[in-house]
């Protein structure tokens, strides 16, 4: 249990931290929200995610009171304030207290929140044999709706889908998009490889622009992979030979079969393997090889 936590300016301890029932966050959602994770006390790539943040909050127009630098060193204040040397932050900012109506001009300040944890991870079997995935009947926000570039804090689009998952017996779920395209999945982006060629849709397929996602391509790259960014179907990954996701929490995780077909011999994949090893390193600082 998180000890303090940064809200609207100060450290508070934890079960001082409360936001208002009239705050529009809880209201309609109407925030936006990171998940970054801490390795060996060291925030791992903060910047990359206080930047994402504050691109979600410009879509939305809503203004964080606080500058870049300011975030980053209050981040850094709250992980530090609770120990957390292997944890989670969570940085939120919603748009505040308000009237009971949509009108944003009826708000006071947007509020910043930021929570230093301890994280709850797949199990590690998962890592070991990959995971079975199942396609949601819930397709991904239509851009035009809600773009999922946005990460916003109404992620109802994804906990239906999430449901179908659960409820098939998966940790994830494979959502398409309006297209029938495919574009993520519920909290992690996705990846095949076929014959040496590792192959990602692209942002305009309507997914959230992973951080992780980025991270593993410059990896893949750097490793001498060639890395496309195409519209994919599920056709695509019913005969790849390998299949993973990226994620904060998931990291790099082996898919080994969706809709129950079986996904190349149905075991996490040499490159697959090779970029979860790489990936492991980069956030222990180490060097590549
Ligand atoms: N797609 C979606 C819809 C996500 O929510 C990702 C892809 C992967 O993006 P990153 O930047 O993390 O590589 C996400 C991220 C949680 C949690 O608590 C969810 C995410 C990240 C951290 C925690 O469920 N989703």
Redesign the pocket.
């Known amino acids: 249990m998180a000890k303090s936590v940064y809200i609207d300016g100060s450290l508070v301890p934890a079960d001082q931290a409360t936001v208002s029932v009239f705050d529009h966050g809880l209201l309609y959602g109407d925030g936006v929200f990171?998940?970054?994770?801490v390795y060996g006390g060291n925030v791992f790539?903060l910047s990359?995610?206080v930047d994402?943040l504050y691109e979600s909050a410009q879509a939305i127009r809503l203004q964080i009171p606080i500058p870049h630098q300011e975030l980053v060193a209050a981040v850094n204040e709250t992980v530090q304030a609770n120990d957390i040397v292997d944890g989670?932050v969570?940085l939120v900012v919603t748009r505040g207290a308000g009237t009971l109506g949509l009108d944003i001009r009826k708000t006071s300040h947007p509020i910043v929140i930021i929570i230093a944890d301890t994280?709850t991870l797949y199990p590690e079997e998962i890592y070991e044999n990959g995971m079975e995935l199942v396609t949601a009947s819930t397709i991904?926000n239509h851009p035009g709706a809600l773009n999922?570039r946005i990460?916003s804090l109404n992620?109802l689009n994804?906990i239906l889908a999430k449901i179908e998952g659960t409820d098939a017996g998966c940790v994830e779920a494979l959502?398409l998009n309006h297209n029938g395209e495919v574009a993520?999945?519920?909290?992690?982006?996705i990846f095949i490889i076929k014959d040496g060629l590792i192959r990602t849709p692209p942002t305009d397929s309507g997914?959230?622009?992973?951080?992780?996602?980025?991270?593993v391509i410059d990896l893949a790259r750097d490793a001498g992979h060639e890395v496309q960014e195409t519209a994919l179907v599920r056709h695509d990954i019913y005969i790849a030979d390998e299949c993973f996701l990226?994620?904060?929490?998931?990291e790099v995780i082996a898919v080994v079969s969706l809709d129950g077909r079986t996904i190349g011999d149905g075991t996490p994949g040499p490159i697959t393997r090779d970029l979860m090893a790489r990936f492991s390193k980069l956030t222990r600082g180490l060097p590549a090889s």
């Not at 993520?184 to 982006?189: A, H, S, V, W």
């Not at 990226?246 to 998931?250: D, H, I, L, R, V």
């Open positions: 990171e998940g970054i994770r790539l990359e995610h994402r989670y969570r994280i991904r999922p990460k992620y994804n959502m993520e999945c519920t909290g992690d982006n997914i959230l622009e992973g951080i992780t996602r980025n991270s990226t994620g904060t929490a998931a």
